[in-house]
């Protein structure tokens, strides 16, 4: 593709932000030798203006891992309401915030490295799952191996990675066993959850926990929390016909037998829910995104609520306002649109930090290739005007003011600018409605992997849509 303008999207090099005793050398040597730099990712093209493109991307689950390499220098703003998978357990019986998808995309944003090198070796461990079809003896026997060093896991990591690493999974450890009347399961449990876990109970901060896990991993991922917080955070759903859902598994995708109720905390001990809820990590049958039991109605709106079951409005990270004034795209990333989009826009100030950014030149929306379980029977409008409805919500703190004193709201274009779908998308999209609305539409190959299965973004196609969106910007 040919524009007038052209731009160098640096992808995240191998080196760590913080000290240099993290920088780790990504092949075994003999001798010491300084760490190398790893490769840069294809860049997309070379800038005239020697600018690089810096990104806010907001993208939870694991929707928007494949296509990270899309963004070079970019911040990922994630939710930390997911209440499924190993998480499941460990809110059950440590509380505190989900930190599942923050620890999926840490491990997609590890630098690449040899097989069998050291960093390679410690992205096998943190990213290990113990298997689905364990006995709890048998999970809790391979558990002791690892937290005691003596599993093969540990093979080619550095003695000091090695240590620092376990002895954090000994922390976890302990937490569980002043626990013990809850009985943890370790069955399906993930490695890099319980690291990550451990690290923000102990240092009592989500954001110096996912400083930790990336110097550890020589990553310069920026991933921001979309909320700072030590306890544990739920989201509830109203749908059109009043009816409410409580929790994002109940909203996205219930498993049968799971517990729907939400954890509630004692003030004197964040880590420790008051109320328990059913044992055992929430394990997912994947038979397709296709599959799924419909809701009863649309979803309504999201929303936060507490331990007692009450409607409140928490602030955002505050560097995550921070990096929408200061980046210069906004993307919306691929993704189930009411459990891992909207709960990083239903918070206070997001809507007037976004509308308002100086900075921001494009605000681009990924339309997913098909509808879920929560938007079942979307149209590409319903999707923006979801995410308009959210951030013109009530609860925001500030809105325009029209002639005598009328409240107004945001226009669609003030948070969404361009829409990017996939050709042969199952999701109808009605190209001269969108645009009636501000946003510019750019249509984009996917690939397919099945012949029944919906197209899926690939980095290539997405770099190509954000460049010819950002030329156009600056004519």
């Not at 876990?197 to 990336?214: E, K, M, N, T």
């Not at 308002?356 to 030149?361: D, G, M, N, T, V």
């Not at 290739?369 to 951030?391: F, K, P, S």
């Not at 779908?421 to 609305?437: E, F, M, P």
Request: charged share 20%; hydrophobic share 35%; aromatic share 8%.
């Amino acid at each position: 593709m040919s524009t007038p303008h052209s731009f160098h999207l640096q992808v995240s090099g191998a080196r760590s932000p913080g000290s240099s005793v993290f920088d780790l050398p990504v092949a075994n040597a003999q001798v010491p030798t300084p760490t190398p730099h790893l490769p840069p990712a294809t860049p997309i093209t070379q800038s005239v203006s020697e600018k690089e493109i810096s990104f806010v991307v907001i993208s939870g689950g694991t929707g928007g891992n494949a296509i990270c390499s899309a963004f070079g220098n970019a911040c990922y703003v994630l939710p930390v309401s997911d209440d499924g998978g190993s998480s499941s357990e460990i809110i059950r019986v440590l509380g505190g915030p989900s930190i599942g998808d923050l620890r999926s995309r840490l491990i997609r944003l590890i630098p690449p490295a040899p097989a069998g090198s050291p960093l390679d070796a410690i992205r096998t461990l943190l990213a290990y799952r113990l298997p689905a079809h364990y006995t709890e003896r048998e999970a809790k026997d391979e558990w002791r191996d690892i937290v005691e060093g003596n599993s093969s896991l540990w093979e080619g990591i550095p003695n000091d990675r090695k240590e620092t690493i376990r002895g954090f999974l000994v922390y976890f450890e302990s937490e569980l066993l002043k626990r013990a009347h809850k009985n943890f399961t370790f069955v399906n449990g993930s490695i890099g959850n319980y690291f990550l876990a451990a690290a923000q109970g102990f240092f009592r901060s989500l954001p110096s926990a996912v400083f930790l896990f990336s110097s550890i991993t020589n990553s310069q991922a920026n991933i921001l929390p979309v909320i700072v917080t030590n306890h544990t955070v739920t989201i509830a759903a109203e749908l059109v016909n009043g009816e409410k859902l409580v929790g994002q598994c109940e909203i996205s995708h219930p498993v049968a037998g799971s517990s729907t109720e939400s954890t509630s905390l004692d003030d004197t001990e964040s880590w420790a829910p008051v109320k328990d809820t059913k044992r055992g990590n929430v394990m997912f049958e994947q038979a397709g995104k296709g599959t799924y039991v419909p809701l009863a109605s649309r979803i309504s709106r999201l929303f936060y609520i507490n331990a007692y079951g009450m409607e409140i409005h928490p602030s955002p990270n505050p560097d995550y306002l921070s990096s929408i004034a200061s980046h210069d795209a906004l993307v919306y990333s691929c993704g189930s649109l009411w459990t891992s989009i909207v709960p990083c826009l239903a918070l206070r100030g997001v809507a007037s930090a976004i509308a308002r950014s100086r900075k921001l030149r494009a605000k681009v929306f990924l339309l997913n290739g098909q509808n879920d379980r929560e938007t079942d029977g979307y149209t590409a409008e319903d999707y923006i005007m979801a995410v308009t409805r959210t951030l013109n919500s009530a609860y925001q703190t500030q809105k325009l003011h029209g002639l005598g004193g009328a409240n107004t709201t945001y226009p669609v274009s003030a948070f969404i600018t361009d829409m990017v779908y996939l050709k042969g998308t199952s999701i109808q999209v009605d190209v001269k409605r969108v645009t009636a609305l501000g946003v510019r539409c750019i249509e984009v190959e996917g690939v397919q992997a099945k012949d029944n299965e919906a197209p899926k973004y690939e980095p290539e196609s997405v770099r190509s849509a954000i460049e010819e969106i950002l030329a156009a910007r600056m004519d």
